[in-house]
């Protein structure tokens, strides 16, 4: 079982930068792939980034490709995103997810989500 726990969400103005976290429960980190996803008010959730367990590599939406960026301290069991130059549409509720079945497989645990929230 692997408990995750957001943060780092609020509002900013476009262009600006934010740094998202989530903390990650358990001593095996390391094993799972790690990612990012955010629902939009009236919109299915979608994908925004990926990172395997290792961190060595990672994966983006065309949307966010440039701008943000996926991290993880394997030691601190913390995946970060940093977003810069963020655009209204950005607006969402951001997700971590932890799956055991690479960055492209299913996720089998996902946090309670944090809101950012991008004004023009």
């Known amino acids: 079982q692997v408990q995750l726990v957001e943060s780092g969400g609020g509002l900013v103005q476009a262009g600006g930068s934010l740094r998202l976290s989530c903390a990650a429960s358990?001593?095996?980190?390391?094993?799972?792939?790690m990612g990012w996803f955010r629902q939009a008010p009236g919109k299915e959730r979608e994908f925004v980034a990926g990172?395997?367990?290792?961190?060595?590599?990672?994966y983006y939406a065309d949307s966010v490709k440039g701008r943000f960026t996926i991290s993880r301290d394997n030691a601190k069991n913390t995946v970060y995103l940093q977003m810069n130059s963020l655009k209204p549409e950005d607006t969402a509720v951001f997700y971590c997810?932890?799956?055991?079945?690479?960055?492209?497989?299913?996720?089998?645990?996902w946090g309670q989500g944090t809101q950012v929230t991008v004004s023009s």
């Open positions: 358990g001593r095996t980190f390391s094993n799972y792939a």
């Open positions: 997810a932890a799956g055991v079945h690479g960055v492209h497989g299913g996720y089998n645990y």
């Open positions: 990172i395997n367990g290792s961190g060595r590599s990672t």
